[in-house]
């Protein structure tokens, strides 16, 4: 029997029923479900074409082009030659893909350089002729709202600053309640400010002087401050190699302010360069923007005082996607619409995750909403991944959700979730490598994330009809017992496997195992 639908609020819960109709096949969805866009930076030109659940997107097909279209522009006022044909090579072979894998029209945006260029209106008119694309050139407060959206996509209920950095532009916007607040741009590109004269010191004045600027048009701004861009993707990067940061996940990676004034001051005094963007995996063309990006971001910090720092690999091409959803869309928790869509790609059996997530609930009575929705995550995704080798399962299960393009995720709890799906088929951790990453949560979290997986792994023994229940768990925990109430249609699939199950996470969670009913009654 079909649920009815449900509403969600900004921040993406479910009040009462936890699964409502997930939206991925409704048609205002499916509209969604192969989308390109192109995004025609100062630095890059690249195409993104975005598939699979509409809320949280896959990415099908991601490619950049370094064309550098803004670079020189302090002299000649105009796009770059070597970089404007590049650009043009790039959009050409863009329009003939898009076509070959059925985008529908391509969403093109122009940035600062082709905005700010004598020759934009030419370049904008070639690529027309040439490619046939309609390139869409908007101004900076256009710019600081569709790369604000893009943070959105990936965090419904997100608050604070957005700061987008480019070649030739830089923009804040606010973010609260999940709408885009006041916005402003600058010309604090790396690009832009590389062609300044008078050197690092006339570079940080006029750095200063703009952000100063800035604060005076969108005030105090001393919440989180989300950084967007490749630029800063690198510095983090390069914060990453100098923790010994044991997850190689950009998005939602966290950064206190001292950490920042840290490794600017690491990148600074680093002998080697080219050693130390080898060692963060960062490419030579990005590494030459760093110095002045590194200057921007020191002097963000110093003025905005922020509670802390996230990088967001969603931006103004997200943005660009998040436009064409419909507000019930946008409502929804970006996690559990991917889950669902996945769950129902993937798994065996399409639905007993929710079976699944009912089923074990009981042990985890006053779990917070937060912890509630990696619950009902994991059990959506607990069976995603049975094509791989058993002997690899676990791992995989493991990588799938620390390094997966999951939305709506901080770094802890990727790993919680990626432990909950490895101890759904192994009791131990075992790997040097996934015991190094798990350290990123404290032992509590590791201790409930064992208790989850151990509880998946002993419900998945009991597939029955859909909508047939196997029984009940009861957990009384200052009477250290587990009880299972098993539904006599379930007995025969209570076996000595099952039994082992259910033993190993009883004695997880510290107390003694009771069956009630069935064969075992």
């Given at each position: 029997m079909s649920e009815p639908e449900t509403d969600r609020g900004s921040s993406g819960s479910t009040a009462g029923n936890p699964f409502g109709r997930a939206l991925f096949n409704k048609p205002s969805a499916r509209a969604l479900r192969r989308v390109g866009v192109v995004d025609v930076g100062s630095n890059s030109v690249r195409l993104v074409v975005f598939d699979g659940a509409a809320r949280s997107p896959a990415y099908f097909f991601n490619e950049k082009i370094m064309c550098g279209l803004g670079a020189g522009m302090a002299e000649t006022g105009r796009l770059n030659p070597e970089g404007r044909a590049r650009a043009l090579s790039a959009l050409h072979r863009f329009a003939h893909l898009a076509e070959a894998m059925d985008t529908g029209?391509?969403?093109?945006?122009?940035?600062?350089?082709?905005?700010?260029?004598?020759?934009?209106?030419?370049f904008q008119a070639e690529v027309k002729a040439l490619t046939g694309l309609d390139l869409w050139v908007i101004d900076g407060r256009e710019e600081a709202r569709l790369s604000a959206q893009g943070v959105l996509l990936g965090w419904p209920g997100a608050y604070g600053l957005v700061c987008d950095i480019g070649g030739s532009s830089m923009e804040l916007a606010e973010i609260n309640g999940g709408t885009v607040g006041r916005r402003v741009s600058s010309q604090l590109g790396p690009l832009k400010l590389r062609?300044?004269?008078?050197?690092?010191?006339?570079?940080?004045?006029?750095?200063?002087?703009?952000?100063?600027?800035?604060?005076?048009?969108?005030?105090?701004?001393?919440?989180?401050?989300?950084?967007?861009?490749?630029?800063?993707?690198?510095?983090?990067?390069?914060?990453?190699?100098?923790r010994g940061y044991?997850?190689?996940?950009?998005?939602?990676?966290?950064?206190?302010?001292?950490?920042?004034?840290?490794?600017?001051?690491?990148?600074?005094?680093?002998?080697d360069q080219t050693a130390l963007r080898q060692r963060a995996g960062v490419s030579s063309a990005r590494m030459a923007l760093v110095p002045q990006a590194a200057e921007v971001l020191r002097?963000?910090?110093?003025?905005?005082?922020?509670?802390?720092?996230?990088?967001?690999?969603?931006?103004?091409?997200?943005?660009?996607?998040?436009?064409?959803?419909?507000?019930?869309?946008?409502?929804?928790?970006?996690?559990?619409?991917?889950?669902?869509?996945?769950?129902?790609?993937?798994?065996?059996?399409?639905?007993?995750?929710?079976?699944?997530?009912?089923?074990?609930?009981?042990?985890?009575?006053?779990?917070?909403?937060?912890?509630?929705?990696?619950?009902?995550?994991?059990?959506?995704?607990?069976?995603?991944?049975w094509r791989a080798h058993p002997d690899y399962r676990a791992d995989i299960c493991f990588d799938t959700a620390t390094r997966a393009n999951l939305g709506g995720l901080k770094h802890s709890e990727r790993v919680f979730l990626g432990l909950a799906l490895l101890h759904r088929y192994s009791n131990s951790r075992g790997e040097t490598r996934i015991e190094k990453v798990s350290q990123l949560i404290d032992s509590p979290m590791r201790r409930d994330a064992e208790i989850l997986g151990k509880a998946m792994r002993f419900g998945a023994m009991l597939?029955?009809?859909?909508?047939?229940?196997?029984?009940?768990?009861?957990?009384?925990?200052k009477k250290k017992i587990l009880e299972f109430r098993l539904a006599p249609e379930a007995s025969a699939l209570f076996g000595e496997v099952a039994q082992a199950r259910f033993a190993s996470l009883a004695a997880s969670l510290n107390a003694q195992p009771i069956v009630k009913g069935g064969a075992a009654g």
């Open positions: 029209p391509l969403t093109c945006v122009a940035t600062a350089a082709v905005r700010d260029a004598q020759d934009g209106p030419d062609d300044i004269k008078g050197g690092r010191k006339a570079r940080r004045a006029y750095i200063r002087d703009t952000v100063d600027a800035m604060t005076a048009e969108l005030g105090e701004q001393e919440n989180r401050l989300f950084l967007v861009g490749g630029s800063w993707r690198a510095i983090a990067r390069i914060d990453m190699e100098r044991p997850l190689n996940v950009l998005h939602e990676y966290r950064m206190r302010s001292s950490s920042v004034r840290d490794t600017l001051r690491y990148i600074h005094e680093a002998p002097e963000l910090v110093r003025t905005f005082k922020p509670h802390d720092i996230a990088i967001s690999s969603y931006g103004i091409r997200e943005g660009m996607l998040f436009e064409q959803m419909p507000q019930q869309l946008r409502d929804r928790d970006p996690l559990i619409e991917a889950c669902r869509f996945t769950e129902a790609k993937d798994a065996r059996v399409p639905g007993f995750g929710k079976m699944l997530y009912h089923f074990i609930t009981p042990l985890f009575k006053n779990a917070r909403p937060e912890r509630v929705r990696l619950i009902k995550a994991a059990c959506l995704l607990h069976d995603v991944n597939w029955l009809q859909r909508d047939a229940e196997p029984g009940k768990l009861h957990f009384y925990p």
